[in-house]
């Protein structure tokens, strides 16, 4: 996946208007695979970006155009993820401590 920032929905932005953190933690769902810093960019325009931190986290877990990704926010600053592939299947991770 080359894109270098993530645009999150504009009903999100919206929702947390004036409580926008400028650093995220980005999860997968359960854990596996610890925690990972992000930096989250505003456009002037209201539109939020996922920035410094989304790529490396997109390439360490495979994530490619045509996945869907659903993002949980607690609303202190952590995005839990769930990633599912092309046929709609639920990606699960491990980390190299369950090999």
Known sequence: MS???L???QRFASIIDG???HHV?????GGATGLW?????FDGEGQMFLHNGWRRFARS???DVGHFVVFKYDGHGDFSIKVFD???CRRHYH???DN
């Open 95 to 97: 980390s190299d401590e």
């Open 7 to 9: 645009r999150l929905p």
């Open 3 to 5: 894109c270098d920032r």
């Open 37 to 41: 810093p992000a930096e989250v960019m």
């Open 25 to 29: 933690l980005l999860r997968v769902s």
């Open 19 to 21: 409580q926008e953190p």
């Open 86 to 88: 092309k046929t709609m």
């Open 61 to 63: 877990h495979a994530i």
